[in-house]
């Protein structure tokens, strides 16, 4: 019997390692927006509103392409859809390269959206295998692992391609706004062409990832169709409107998602507005991110065995709204670090809010997952008005807008999931 288990435990190790490589290739991609804002801000000649239709573009793709994702996997399997995925996003990363050449802003737009769409069924593909692979007993376990995997690679993201579209960002600058004409597009141009080789290179890597894990073993996923039966709770209920928990849910996961991409997204512009070099500022942006891995790392360590998720929940949410208050009545580097501090409020609020937010939905789970999923499209809108923001008062001021995120998101914790145990009495 042991030696059962054990050649059982030995036989879910290389496609782990291959999910893990899966979520930390998500990781890495999705936080490079945090340099390229301020890279094309300057590249392009943009607004700070147009300049977070990079966040836009990446994260409306999971709102557009959640429920057609489920429905492709349906017909390719879930293998399949892990390959199409990165073979998805390698091409959305070439499209950075006439996007460069041209500096045609809404070429990287396209980029950034067909990179969002690989992601999204990337994800939708890759999660399962995270149950599937192993006891489900310790399944929580595992997606703990990915979840690392994905800190650790978006820790090093803004690092990695900072050093190179970024470095001597501030002397460019400069330099371009003493110029006029043919020699100011010229300077533009140079500046514009430091992204190619990065993303030649992630090209070719997706590429190659996408040959590797569709010549892998991983196991073809069953659909469980378990969840489509109603629960003695939900045995009556007809609609998906009818549990107004789901709902709120659903509005804390796109405020959440859109204050998780605001704090990460805008720390390098903000630290330039309290007199940091752009160059400097990726180091904000990689610290945002390591501390959302610390509360990332406090929670698994720390949830349910001495705190609850709800409980969890409502500490993270108002420690968000204590540094976003004391940020704004700061300045300099303490403004700054209050910021980058935002990231260990963010860490804890994704697993807390979704099972929440599904509980009890008994044959109404997919659907109620498939518009959490949608809800990320938080991280597209709300960085837009935050741009706006912060062109019509300062780049601290727009912060502003965070406040009542975090409100709605403590509401939540505090009473807003109970609304499902109040209807049951």
């Not at 899966?22 to 490079?32: A, K, N, P, S």
């Not at 994702?69 to 070439?94: E, P």
């Not at 796109?254 to 997204?265: A, L």
Request: with cysteine.
């Amino acid at each position: 019997m042991e030696n059962a288990i054990a050649d059982r435990d030995r036989s879910v190790v290389k496609p782990l390692l291959v999910i893990a490589i899966l979520f930390f290739v998500f990781g890495f991609v999705t936080w490079l927006g945090s340099v390229l804002i301020p890279y094309l801000r300057i590249a392009c000649e943009l607004s700070n509103l147009s300049s977070y239709l990079i966040a836009f573009s990446f994260y409306i793709s999971y709102f557009v392409l959640a429920l057609p994702a489920a429905a492709l996997l349906k017909k390719t399997g879930f293998k399949n859809g892990i390959s199409l995925g990165l073979l998805i996003m390698a091409f959305g990363a070439l499209l950075f390269v006439p996007a460069a050449l041209t500096r045609q802003f809404p070429l990287f737009l396209l980029g950034q959206f067909i990179q969002g769409a690989g992601i999204s069924l990337l994800q939708s593909a890759a999660n399962p295998y995270v149950t599937i692979l192993g006891p489900p007993a310790s399944a929580a376990r595992r997606m703990s692992v990915m979840g690392i995997c994905s800190g650790i690679a978006g820790i090093l993201a803004p690092l990695v391609l900072g050093s190179v579209i970024l470095e001597n960002a501030d002397e460019v600058k400069a330099a371009v706004e003493a110029l006029q004409g043919h020699e100011k597009n010229i300077a533009l141009d140079q500046l514009a062409h430091r992204v190619i080789a990065p993303y030649i290179i992630m090209a070719v890597v997706l590429l190659l990832l996408a040959g590797f894990s569709h010549f892998s073993r991983l196991p073809e996923v069953n659909e469980d169709p378990g969840d489509e039966i109603g629960s003695a709770e939900t045995g009556k209920k007809t609609s998906i409107w009818q549990f107004p928990h789901l709902w709120l849910g659903v509005l804390s996961i796109f405020v959440y998602v859109g204050t998780e991409v605001i704090s990460v997204d805008s720390v390098v512009n903000y630290s330039h507005f309290q007199g940091y070099s752009l160059s400097a500022g990726k180091y904000f942006s990689s610290g945002t991110l390591f501390m959302m891995l610390v509360g990332y790392l406090v929670g698994l360590i720390c949830i349910p065995r001495l705190i609850s998720q709800q409980k969890a929940l409502q500490v993270s949410a108002l420690l968000g709204l204590s540094l976003v208050s004391s940020a704004l009545f700061t300045s300099g580097t303490v403004s700054v670090l209050l910021i980058t501090l935002l990231g260990l409020a963010n860490s804890l609020m994704w697993p807390a809010i979704w099972p929440l937010a599904i509980a009890d939905l008994g044959k109404f789970t997919k659907t109620g997952t498939s518009l959490l999923i949608m809800a990320i499209g938080g991280g597209a809108l709300l960085p837009l008005l935050f741009g706006y923001l912060t062109d019509k008062l300062n780049n601290q001021l727009a912060y502003l807008l965070l406040l009542p995120c975090y409100f709605i998101i403590w509401f939540f914790a505090k009473w807003g999931y109970l609304i499902r145990v109040r209807s049951k009495s």
